[in-house]
């Protein structure tokens, strides 16, 4: 739904089509009140388009996004179906057979920053998840300059959104108000993407990442803090010129990018809220050497559709920031 | 207030004198509404008392700890004034001379479960800091049996009241709901209290201790998670055994303790509400093995008012658990 | 669960046996783990009791009194089975027909300060719903003395854990949270209760009541708004002197009363956090001469389970508080 | 601040001056981070612009605007300095003697949908208050019908934004957190207002308004339910035939008003959140009556910056939804 939101105001986008399972044959007004100018019909099959996103759930999604690849159709999936690259390791963190492994070499994650080349020329793109790209972008620029060790400690706080709409326990109200706890203390899914992505970065690492999400009390929202020892070779000038040079490594490197924002004060979820940025503050813990990075992001804009909507723009040859110039919504 | 709240509960104690500066000379009630049944009166000055608690700001805390303690009252500081025993570091990190060295040796760090004999018979109690009191519990079982390196990692989440009553606008509520930040990058000064107090459970330690402190849109509540590699002597089992084993190391550290407790499912600070648990999980990430310590507690209960009735029961001989038997206001 | 809090710390009562359905056999701590200390079982069926309580949804509490009741056991049903006094009003408002409309008449409707006498020979209880509670105390006072007309208008907003643990998209809390809605607009359950209740304290009275209750996000909590013309031969003062007099008239109605608290400011429902209080500020808006009293409670304490031991107190000749003497958990 | 976030993506504005006082000379994202990509300085005074929109204190507004005026530019004033038309009336709820009495019959009260056409030729606009808003759409349809009583109740709950960043016990995290209270019972400065623009709606009206803000736990939003016993010759049939007639009423009252929706299902804030809606919901108590029109807005947008670049849009020529067209951000 949050797509939907977005692509409302993109002014090369028409919302043609709209597909639901348990909410197919509503006015899309009667399911979800706050798209009721949309004025359509929630459909159980997918109309015709030029374009299309998933956000099916695994497995399903994969189904879905062949079908339409195969007419012709370049899509763009929030699922996490095409993002691990080895069938095997699909198979061991989902739980099922990849139902079209042979498109897994084709498809390209979608962390625009990083692959914006292979995005514009992509059939089919893997949306990157939420919290991989907290961390992914928090990590890129000391990862490829070297300068960290693979001892990677990443402590991530997630609104409740992030589960989506799916009723639990866990996510009622009068459980979730007022508490805070660590969630998937044997893995969690975005672990081994993460892995993944870190190596396809910088491919002699071989990184040791420790990921814990927490689930807090608030709606959208992600910040993880990244902790990692900086390489003995690491090039910084030692105490707080070397904070200053960081920053400026960070500054630089994403020079230019209209959605990351590295900044010199530590930043709040709350600066992205509704909006495409992912905020980035890059500092080191003087008395151990300890890279501290930490990223923020709205989990639902950046962390998936945001992020998509910027794929579908250099998928489709429109200026990277078309229909995200909103800034966040604050307070 | 937390403290009056508590103790107006406790069966030997009367509240004799409440003392406060910009509320002194009104009612209570008028102040506190919630602590009306008291009725009595803020006074500027400390009256008649057998025993005395402080909260006041550092440095006026140790200059009234001083005046009462030559009354002969003993007195448990919940400042932290009396928390670190070297007064250089004291200046250090709170910026002024401390107005008492010559106490600092004679108090106690009035962590109950891992010094209550010396709270027993002390004058002088410093009462921990809510982060370190939720760290050094996480930690003591692994760092007394030498399993645990020295690289230890601590990534904190609390609510706001921990910051007091006073008015800034991170704490005001329209900045700080649907938000999340970390804070105190440079070093908060509940990290020298930390590295003295695993320093004094294991002398040979030199722990090399990264703490970041995040606020959460949560009034109460703290959680921490503790990331160390687990020391190569670790003596473990291997893989799920190894969970197994260290959970049964915990519970039994931890063996009769009324307010700690071990559990063995990832916890929720709202486990703690309103009560004096400090709830912990320990856990291994076995895929890189480092121990991940998760614990919670009320930073206003065990993080301070009822860690200090816990002091006070000891001091004056009364059960332990006196005035301390709530159990969790949950949800 | 809240009466299981509750009375885990009443001196005289021992929990003998907690019954639930889907958690049947399950350690109570494993269920909720906030109240593990308890160290037992949960029962399909209630075991050996010399007093209880139901709160089993409708029509299969009214059942399960029944079956308590013939063995001699007194009861406190705080579901709402025995609150409507008319088996054809009940049919009406909860779709079924009563299992023991015998029963309807013995039963006491528990609202403790105004049928205290009543209370302590009952056999079983009609504890009142938690809006009910809210302006039945509200009102009281100026219906005995017949100073309000019948026009009256309630509008209450409750936090999320007076619908319980079930599931349902409206308590999710990405949808609950930041927040606000009318619900029940076509009449809620708690309203044919509220006129019952008003013309039993007033027979020669016919109450033209609009209730329109609200969800806020928050999880604890009822505060109602009262609004009704004062009646013409009110007997009160002009202007501020009629507020006064107002204030003064209801702190001498309340007199005495643990646990209800007449205040001369505008109260919050924080001071009920936790704590069987009812707080009520009872004013006028001059410039319409229209009464509005503002009444706060704890949904689950005053609105549930501790006003239903303050009923079983009052049943067994214990002290009317105890066990309820905890001061509002706050902030 | 939320004027600058929406100014920012409107096509035919550029923002060329934002003064500030505590945050003059600070860059724009010094001071409110989520801005910094405006990349300008806050100035002391206004620079040269060709319309203006002030924000001000109550009385330093109003001096300001004259200014403005007097250089020709045409101004939106957000403050309430030029609400009220008596300049008696103002100094009675504001404390202080107006500044530009003279001016204040020409402002117009910027209601755009009611007053669409007197806002084009206007030279000053006085921007409605927050809760005025939502009272005046939710009740001008049946006013203009002449289908109401006199005496009207309005219940509002309002998010904390609508106070301001200005600190104060009241709306710090930890007090309005897990909290809900009325206040301003003597009369909120919103009262008169509505007052006198019910009047100016249908003259021969003398309302009698009780109006109770409350305040809950969240950052943005206002709900009002009104309440008003329907007038003997309403025209409405019985029953829910009434309902009916009603909802088609008001439908028709606000038919091709982008921001008016009119809505038959009870409405939620969140629906709202960030974007320029009214949403109102229009029903009838049958069982007394009596009418309940609940109406939801964001208090930052429709209840402030947005209504006055609704204004702005018809002052200038530009299509009065230009920059307004973002959906809500739900959830």
Redesign the interface.
Known sequence: ?ELV?LL??HPEVEVASVTGRSAASQHIGEA??????LDMMIEPELGDVDFAFSSLPQVASAEAVVEVVKRGVKVVDISADFRLKKAAEYKEWYGATHPAPELLEESVYGLTELYRDQVKSARIIANPGCYPTSVLLALAPVLKEGMITE?I?V?S?S???GAG?G???M?????????????S?N?HRHLPEMVQELKAIQPEFEP???F?P?L??????I?S?C?V?LADNNRLPAGEAGKKALLELYKEFYKGEPFV?V?S???????T??NNYCVIYP?I?L??N?L?V?SCLDNLVKGAAGQAIQNMNLMLGFPETMGL???????
Chains 1, 2, 3, 4 share one sequence.
């Open positions: 739904m939101r409302y105001r979800l009140p706050h798209l009721a100018d001892d400690i402590d706080k609104g409740v959104s709409r009723l639990g326990l996510y009622h109200f009068a459980e979730a108000n007022e508490n805070v706890m660590a969630y203390l893995g040791k990442v420790t814990l927490h807090i009390p608030m709606t959208r929202g910040l803090a902790y020892p924002r900044v004060v530590s930043p709040g979820t709350k600066q809220l509704g500092t813990d008395r151990t300890r501290i930490i110039e909103d800034l966040p919504v604050y307070p």
